[in-house]
Structures are given as C-alpha cells and as structure tokens.
C-alpha cells in the first residue's frame, strides 16, 4: 500500500519544518522527507545556529581578554578552551535539532529518511540511505531543498583545509592565518570569530566594497570598525588559485580589473564564502518540466506554485534573500494556502542581520536603492555615541538610520549598526508592515534607557528633531 498524504515537504529546513508543522495545524495531513540524519536544514545543523552560538562565545572571549580590565574586573589573561567551545556549540545545534523532531511527533507529521525525488504529480520517490526505495502519495508537493555553499572554479573545497562555511564552523584548532574568499556575510561573521580567537584573517573580496547590497554607509563605517578590530581587507581583488607551499597554503590574488600583477597570501585555512546556489539536482525537475529562472532557482509565482500543478516551492530554493526567516514565512504562508486560506508574505519587509560585533540589521529600502529608483526622502541618524545605555554597557559604536519619504513621512527603510541592532530591528519592521511614519515612531515611548531609544531618535530626526543630539 503508498502512504498518502495532503501534503508532502521535501526538505526539512527552515521552510519545509515550518510548512509541514503549520500545515499540520490547519488540520493536513502532512509527511517531510529528509535526506540528512537530523532534521533543521543548514539553518539548525550548519548554519545560523551553529555560527550565532560561536559569534557568542568568541565575542565573550574578546570582551574577557579586551573589555574587562576597563570596567574594572581584573581576571588575567583569558585561555581558549576550543574543544569545551566546540561543545557548547554543538549542544546548542542538538537541542535545536531535538526541537523539530518533538514538533514533528506533537503534530503528527510522518518523517521519512531518504533523497526525495518528484517521481510524477502527486508522487515522491525516497531513496533511502541503504538504497531501499519507496513511493508516498501527496495532493501537493513542497520543495524546501534549500541551498548549498557556490564553488569557486580552481579552487577545491575540501572541509579541512580549503573550507565553506561548514567547515570553517568545525575547526579543530585556531588556524594561525585564515584567507576568506568573499566579504559577505558569512566571511565577516565566520572572519570575525576566527579572529576573536586568535587567527589573522585576511579577508578578499571581488567588489571595491563589504556586504554588497546593505546601504552603503552602513557597510563603509562597518569596514572601518572592523578594520580597527584586525581583519584585513583586500577589495576589488580576485583569487585566481590556491596551492600547497611548504606544508602551508598560498592563496594567489589578483586586482579585479586584472591590471597589477597577482601577489601570494600565505594561509593555513582558507574560507570560500562566494554565496551559495540553490539545491535542485537529482529532484526531477527537468523531467517534469518544473520551470527554473537564470541562477538555477525554482520559478514561482506569488502563492509559491511551480509551472507544475501540485508542486510548490519555498526557501532558499527560490528567488529572494536566503534567509531562514523568509524561508520559514513562505513556508507558514504556504501551508495557509493549501489549507485554503489566504497567506502570503510582504517580502518588501524582510529584516536581514549580520551577526558582528557591532551588529549590522536592515530592513527595507537603502539610501542607494532610493536614489536609483528616484524617490524623494529624508534622512534620520542617531549615533550610538549620544545613548545613555550604549555609554552604560562601553558599546558605542554605529548609528541608527532611519529612511522616510518626502512629503508622506512613511518609513521606507532602516539601517542600524550597533550592538543589539539584530533586536531592534524587528519593531522598524512591524512599524513598516503597518505603513507607519517617523512620526508615528517618534511618538511611540520607548524604555530607558535602551538601545532602541536611537532608533527613536533617528525617527525623531527624520520627522522633525532629535531631542539628544
Ligand atoms: P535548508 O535549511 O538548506 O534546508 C534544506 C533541507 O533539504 C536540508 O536539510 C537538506 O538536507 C534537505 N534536502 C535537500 N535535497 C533533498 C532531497 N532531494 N531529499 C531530501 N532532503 C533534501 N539565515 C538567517 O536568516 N540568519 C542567520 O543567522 C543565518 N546564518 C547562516 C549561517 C551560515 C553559516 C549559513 C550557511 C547560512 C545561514 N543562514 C542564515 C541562511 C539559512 O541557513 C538559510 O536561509 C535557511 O536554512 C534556508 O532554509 P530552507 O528551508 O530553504 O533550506
Ligand atoms: P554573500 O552573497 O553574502 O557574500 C558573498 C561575497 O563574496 C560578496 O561580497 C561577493 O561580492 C563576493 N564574491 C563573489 N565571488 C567572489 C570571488 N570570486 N572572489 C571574491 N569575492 C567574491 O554570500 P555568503 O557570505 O557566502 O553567504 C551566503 C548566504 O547565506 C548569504 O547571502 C545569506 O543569505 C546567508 N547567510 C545569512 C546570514 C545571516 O543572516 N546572518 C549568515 C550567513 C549566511
């Protein structure tokens, strides 16, 4: 007998584990199928989870060796303990992991272990790991495969030396010069842990700047202070190899252009974080004729569905920011959908963060995005310098920025770059989902003293006047 199921996830991602609980909670049934031996996708495993937890502890290390003294606790020098740092991060990674599987049994939801493939409309195929294979019936099939680390022509990863971000997360010991090849998010977060922990990092990067993409002046004073804090830039530059010299790796980079001569970077790890690609081979995609746009990603229209009735996609695996929290809200909103309701996602207003010290968060438009499509608008700043708490806790650095449109005052976007900016994000975010102004922030009480209070006061700027500036 096939299992049959109201709906089948394949992929147990940030999107697939959200769709298939939500959808379950609208009363489907619903099955995931999932190649890996643990359920969370990159997000959970080898991802955001992972990465935040070392961002923590490398940054409580940094404060230990650098910070304390100043505030008048004197402990020494401090030692790295990396296997007990190791742990801590794994722990983190298997309660999370632990997590989806007790949601999946809570609601219901049948999990099967294997590759899953579209074998026709309305059937997945699962091969399992000991090659036993078996089709499950589905009304509607979610593809939720998410991503997967882009390689880089000539230069071979292979997770102990020459790693992506996987395994640059595992490292057994601190590498004594760590090359980073892309200055985006992962290369800045994953740089700045190694570098807390004592590597030289040296970070190359094909455009003239940091995290393409995020307003300009956030990403120039972020540079600086990243800079002060150690990490080496080489920018417009491009690494046309890396070999084996001595026991150690050379990592040849030339100017982007190509017109000064390539000059060698010595390494004993080198990080390829160049983006990543979405996940599609081997689902039966050509077979079916499931439609696919120019970067390989699964073409969907608004309400997530392919060019092939019944089978639906979400995540990293189509177009959009690849964030877990888009991914997770294509996945509720779908489930929504199939459950026949109305659901969707605004992904005008999706916050993105890098997980620095200070943090970088953003949501909405930049100041360049603004300028090229030729809206009229107004800008708010607040430094952190001018907060009372920022001065409490010695995180100063950054600003708060706050983007309006002319004449209307609604809020077009927010650019903050401050510690615990990856929090106060999240309200410029609801602000906006409601269409709100400057004004309506400026008016609204804020806590003190709080971080958030900068971005208050940005709005004030940009409506009218800050009071603390
Ligand atoms: P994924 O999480 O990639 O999950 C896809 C799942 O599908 C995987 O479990 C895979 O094994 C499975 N799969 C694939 N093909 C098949 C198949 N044929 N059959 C069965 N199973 C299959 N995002 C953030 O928002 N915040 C962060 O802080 C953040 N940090 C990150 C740090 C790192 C180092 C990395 C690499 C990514 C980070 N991301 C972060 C991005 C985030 O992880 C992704 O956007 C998110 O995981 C995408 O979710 P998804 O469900 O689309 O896919
Ligand atoms: P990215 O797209 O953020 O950055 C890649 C960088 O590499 C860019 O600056 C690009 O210009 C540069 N680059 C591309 N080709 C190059 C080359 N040949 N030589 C030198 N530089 C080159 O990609 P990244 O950092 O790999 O991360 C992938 C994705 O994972 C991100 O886009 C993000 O969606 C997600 N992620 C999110 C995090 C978060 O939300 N905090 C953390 C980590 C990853």
Request: hydrophobic content about 45%; aromatic content about 6%.
């Amino acid at each position: 007998m096939t299992d049959a199921f109201d709906v089948v996830v394949i992929g147990s991602g940030p999107g697939g584990y959200v769709c298939a609980i939500r959808a379950a909670q609208h009363g489907l049934t619903v099955a995931v199928v999932e190649q890996a031996p643990t359920f969370g996708g990159t997000c959970l495993n080898v991802g955001c989870i992972p990465s935040k937890t070392l961002l923590h502890t490398s940054e409580l290390f940094e404060e230990a060796a650098k910070k304390f003294s100043g505030f008048g606790i004197e402990i020494g020098q401090p030692t790295l303990d990396l296997t007990r740092m190791m742990s801590h991060k794994n722990g983190a990674v298997e309660a999370n992991v632990a997590g989806v599987a007790y949601l999946f049994k809570k609601n219901a939801i049948a999990a099967f272990h294997g590759r899953g493939a579209i074998a026709s409309p309305g059937k997945v195929r699962v091969t399992a790991a000991d090659g036993a294979v078996r089709e499950i019936a589905a009304k509607a099939i979610v593809v939720a495969t998410g991503s997967e680390p882009a390689p880089l022509p000539g230069v071979a990863i292979d997770e102990q030396r020459i790693v992506s971000s996987t395994g640059a997360l595992s490292l057994s010991e601190v590498p004594k010069r760590l090359v980073v090849i892309g200055a985006g998010v992962i290369g800045l977060e994953l740089g700045s842990v190694w570098r807390r922990l004592g590597a030289e990092v040296t970070v190359v990067e094909y455009l003239d700047r940091i995290l393409p993409g995020m307003d300009g002046e956030v990403s120039r004073q972020a540079q600086r202070i990243f800079a002060r804090q150690g990490l080496a830039f080489r920018l417009s530059s491009k690494v046309e190899g890396v070999v084996e010299k001595g026991g150690a790796l050379e990592v040849t980079v030339a100017s982007a252009d190509g017109k000064t001569p390539a000059t060698a970077i010595p390494a004993d790890i080198v990080l390829v974080a160049i983006g990543r690609r979405p996940v599609t081979a081997g689902l039966g995609l050509e077979t079916l004729g499931i439609a696919t746009d120019s970067r390989g990603r699964i073409a969907v229209d608004a309400g997530f569905r392919t060019s092939v009735d019944g089978v639906y996609a979400i995540g990293d695996v189509i177009a959009g920011p690849m964030l877990a929290h888009k991914a997770e809200d294509e996945g509720a909103a779908l489930a929504e959908r199939l459950a026949g309701k109305a659901g969707g996602v605004n992904h005008a207003v999706i916050p993105s963060v890098v997980y620095t010290m200070p943090e970088i968060a953003s949501v909405g438009q930049t100041e360049e995005e603004l300028k090229a499509a030729g809206t009229a608008y107004r800008t708010g700043k607040f430094p952190f310098t001018a907060s009372g708490r920022a001065r409490a806790t010695g995180r100063t650095e950054g600003f708060a920025k706050v983007l309006t449109e002319e004449g209307t005052d609604r809020v077009l976007g927010v650019h903050i770059l401050g510690a615990n900016a990856s929090e106060m994000i999240a309200e410029a975010a609801v602000l906006m989902e409601f269409g709100g102004s400057a004004e309506d922030l400026a008016r609204t009480c804020h806590a003190h003293p709080t971080f958030s209070e900068a971005v208050r006061e940005a709005a004030m700027a940009a409506w009218w006047k800050p009071v603390h500036l």
